[in-house]
Structure formats: C-alpha cells, structure tokens
C-alpha cells in the first residue's frame, strides 16, 4: 500500500520566520512530488512540483527531495498570515494518480 | 488560459438516488482525474481518463463510474446515494502524467441527506 505521511499540525510559526513542512513516502518507485495549498472550504493549488533530488526554489518556497530517505520538505521563508492554511504532499509512482499525504495545517501568527 | 471548472458546485441529493458531475479540463489537457476528499479519509483517487479511455481507477465500488468525451472533458456519476458520499469532489487536468503537473477545479459539494 503506498502511504504519504505527514505532521497533521497544527504547525504555529510567528510572522516573518520560517515554516517547515515534512512528508515521507513509502513507495521507492514514486517519481513526481508535489505540494498543494488548500484554503479551508477551497481546492487545492499546487504551490511546487519537484522531480530529482535537490533543492527547488519559487519565490519564498523551496521544495526539498531526499529520493534516498524517501523524503520531501517545503519551506516557507518570510511566512505570512494569508499563508495559514492546509499543506498536502502529493506523490506520483509512475502510475497515473497521485496519493496524497492528509495535510499539515499551518498558523502563522501575526 | 481558462482553469479547471466544475459543475455544479453545490448539490444535495437524497439516498438512493443517483448523482452526474462535470469536469471540463484546462484547455490542451487530455488528462482528468477525478478524487474525493472527506474530513476523514483526506483526497482519495476515484479515476483517470486520458483520450476518453480510463487508464487507471481507484478502491471505489461500482456505484462510482466516470468518462471522457472526445473534447476532454469529463463526467463521473455515483448512483444509489449513500450517506458515506458526501463529500468535495475534485477534478484535476494534466497534459499527460507522471511527470507533469495536476491543476484541481474549485470542486462539487456534494450532500446526501
């Protein structure tokens, strides 16, 4: 059974500092990560996509993948109230769905 | 570009009968998947469709079916309405996975009473 695991939070970080969001996978075949915001009563909006192993910046998020630990992270610098919401790690194994983590609730407090 | 746009987005059935969703993908993408997100069990998939064939399904009963239309876009349908489907269903469009991106439509709240 493939799992994504994730910290349900909720995660507090003040205004302006950084916030740490983790996932691990279970499937070593998975290829594709992604992480998704989702607003309380909206969809989810696909913040990063990250395929090989390193560092990915956009703007104040970074995605980490670790292929070997099975390990993804998304980092948030500069975080700001209106990023308070629900971060889900997604994952792609070569098939064509994707499984999903059940989220990190993030507070950012200003 | 014209995102994901589901329809309805809002629907309240009664047990027992049967329901029809709409998702019409970002224009260009041939993929669609469909998923279902409770409080509970969080996103699960239910199906994907690329060029009107389903190519992969999920761990749904029967009573959940879906297809594709020549133009994309695509339907799912539940029938016989359980309490246990309320739920948002999400549609996501993707050019052609794995190893690209899913962009979700805002949803159909669905409400069985």
């Known amino acids: 059974q493939k799992e994504v695991e994730q910290n349900s939070g909720p995660l507090s970080v003040p205004e302006g500092a950084i916030a740490s969001l983790n996932c691990t996978y279970s499937?070593?075949?998975?290829?594709?990560f992604f992480w998704y915001r989702q607003y309380s009563g909206k969809s989810p909006e696909l913040i990063m996509s990250i395929y090989s192993n390193g560092d990915k910046e956009d703007g104040r998020f970074t995605a980490q993948l670790n292929k070997a630990s099975q390990y993804v992270s998304l980092l948030i610098r500069d975080s700001q109230p209106s990023d308070s919401a629900t971060y889900l790690c997604?994952?792609?194994?070569?098939?064509?769905?994707?499984?999903f983590g059940k989220g990190t609730k993030l507070s950012v407090i200003p | 570009k014209a995102g994901v746009t589901q329809t309805p987005r809002y629907l309240i059935k009664t047990r027992g009968q049967q329901v029809t969703l709409s998702c019409s993908p970002i224009?260009?993408?041939?993929?669609v998947s469909w998923y279902q997100q409770t409080p509970g069990q969080g996103l699960q998939f239910l199906f994907e469709?690329?060029?009107?064939?389903?190519?992969n399904k999920g761990n749904f009963p029967g009573r959940f079916s879906g297809r594709q239309f020549s133009n994309s876009r695509s339907e799912m349908n539940v029938s016989t309405l359980e309490l246990g489907d309320s739920a948002l269903y999400l549609c996501?469009?993707?050019?052609?996975?794995?190893?690209?991106?899913?962009?979700f439509g805002q949803g159909t709240r669905l409400t069985v009473v």
């Open positions: 469709y690329f060029s009107e064939t389903q190519r």
């Open positions: 224009s260009g993408h041939r993929s």
């Open positions: 499937d070593r075949g998975s290829q594709s």
């Open positions: 997604a994952v792609r194994a070569g098939s064509y769905q994707l499984t």
């Open positions: 996501a469009s993707s050019e052609n996975p794995p190893n690209t991106e899913a962009f």
